[in-house]
């Protein structure tokens, strides 16, 4: 009798030796899954003002997962102190990518272009284009122009018009010498074309 109880005392131990082992190894798991799409983030230390300029004492970092908005967030793998505020952030809050302009781009404008060619799908926001004009077919022979060079794509905005044609806009940061040509451009209603940057 006292054997028996002994073996099954054993068992016991050993059924929840096991049980233990196992939920050890799921919760490793579960915690494992959650970090793989977690991801460091910079966070507003204080309130930072527009034309700030980031630095590691004004920032500091925080692992999220932010699934399909990671990619509108400055995140670790990005050097701070290149960039600049463009507008303010509160204490707290992430560093939207929009929010920012690098050092070379923090005294340019931001202007609004309806393109007449999509971009490339290879351009997205933060990328440096150039962008072309040309004269919207009046039957008027002229070679296109250069009206921005190296400008910082801010947003891309994609619609489709009631005729069921994609139409693009762009807010693209530009000098100040080059928002003449710019509008003078939008005010001719010419074909602007935005290409990458060499």
Known sequence: MRLANRMGSRRTKILLATAFALIAVASYLVSSD???NRANYYVAIGDLSQNSQLNELSVSLVALDLKEHSNRYLQADSKVSE???????????????????DQAHSDCAAIKVALGIDLSKSIHRGDLIDLWAGVNGNGIESAPVQIVTAGLVIEIFSATD?????KQEIEICVSP????????????QDVIVGVISQ
């Open 83 to 101: 960039w600049v505020l463009a507008k303010p952030v509160r204490a707290g809050e992430l560093i939207p990518l929009s929010a920012l302009t």
């Open 162 to 166: 009631s005729l069921g044609q994609s």
């Open 177 to 188: 010498a080059e928002i003449r040509s710019v509008v003078h451009s939008l005010a001719n």
């Open 34 to 36: 959650q970090n793989t």
